[in-house]
């Protein structure tokens, strides 16, 4: 970290700075300039004591970093792409994952039709909420245990890798017990005891912008998960918050292509809760696969005229069939297969 001090700052005062990064166990490096000083504090940020502190003296103008808050979710620890494998269906490096279907679980009907359909389509994994976070109480809350089942008789059926949401830090081992990928969503993107607990399960974590978060804030969010044993963390940008009316959320391109050039982790792109609009889903789609995402997860249903919750922004099967044919181009452009 680097200290810098105030114009015109006496010696005794400089000594004072010099004498506290060495007590916070840093190594003193001081730069004395004209009319400016500043101090470089040597060593690892990530086992010393944060130096930010030190801006309470009067002298401190400010204290700039030089490593990266979230240090194992960095290329400066990893700089190549890490590739995350679920069960022989790799994401990352390369490798695309395609994950679709339904909002919410709504009955064993909706969901093998809904799995035949997107398998059929390309599609590797298979999403659904077992348990729904909603705004209102009096909304559907998802079937809970028995969504949990009939997303384990799809995958037996269809062979389809299970990625489902996990809402509470008493729910990640049974829910773990049928996903393959535990969905954090953006709603729990700082719920930090329930990453600390999905880390621990083992399971690959996809982990959801929260829609008020700044890219840093996610970036550490994974860092929680990496940071407790789990190397296998997927990132999902899902639109945030804004002003915007035209769309629910303002699908936030620039932050997959940050995301990809800040960390070596894979990124995923959600535009369905991105736009919240089925007839924008498409276009999303080629932008995310031409910026270079490394998946997509898409809501599908079979008559979202009828879906039980967020039927606006999923597509029916004939679309979706349209959306693999539409981003196909770009996937071919850069070298990538579903």
């Not at 919410?104 to 039709?113: A, C, D, K, P, R």
Request: proline share 4%.
């Amino acid at each position: 970290m680097i200290i810098v001090l105030r114009p015109h700052t006496s010696r005794h005062l400089i000594e004072e700075v010099i004498s506290e990064v060495a007590k916070l166990g840093y190594e003193p490096a001081p730069i004395h300039g004209a009319t400016q000083t500043i101090v470089a504090a040597i060593g690892d940020e990530s086992t010393h004591q944060n130096l930010e502190s030190l801006t309470a003296l009067p002298q401190v103008e400010r204290v700039l970093r030089v490593q990266k808050r979230f240090k194992l979710a960095s290329r400066e620890s990893q700089p190549a792409d890490s590739v995350i494998d679920v069960d022989g269906v790799k994401i990352g490096g390369g490798h695309f994952a395609m994950m679709a279907g339904p909002c919410s679980v709504e009955s064993e009907e909706q969901l093998l039709t809904t799995a035949r359909a997107v398998k059929a389509a390309g599609a590797k994994i298979l999403r659904g909420g077992a348990y729904k976070p909603r705004t209102s109480p009096y909304e559907f809350q998802g079937l809970g245990k028995e969504g949990l089942r009939l997303l384990e008789l799809a995958r037996r059926e269809t062979g389809l890798k299970i990625i489902t949401e996990v809402l509470s830090e008493r729910d990640v081992e049974h829910v773990a017990a049928t996903a393959d990928i535990l969905q954090i969503g953006a709603r729990n993107a700082q719920n930090f005891q329930l990453l600390i607990e999905c880390a621990k399960s083992g399971k690959a974590v996809l982990l959801k912008r929260g829609m008020s978060e700044r890219i840093e804030e996610w970036l550490l969010a994974a860092e929680y998960l990496l940071a407790h044993g789990n190397p296998k963390v997927i990132l999902c940008e899902r639109g945030i918050r804004t002003f915007e009316t035209y769309t629910r959320n303002t699908l936030d391109l620039a932050a997959v292509a940050i995301a990809k050039k800040e960390s070596h982790l894979p990124v995923v792109v959600d535009p369905s809760q991105g736009c919240g609009r089925s007839d924008l889903v498409t276009e999303l789609c080629k932008g995310a696969v031409a910026l270079g995402a490394d998946g997509l997860l898409v809501e599908v249903h079979p008559n979202p005229a009828e879906a039980m919750s967020d039927g606006q922004q999923q597509v029916d099967f004939h679309a979706f069939r349209g959306l693999i044919e539409g981003i196909q181009p770009f996937l071919n452009a850069t070298g990538r297969t579903l």
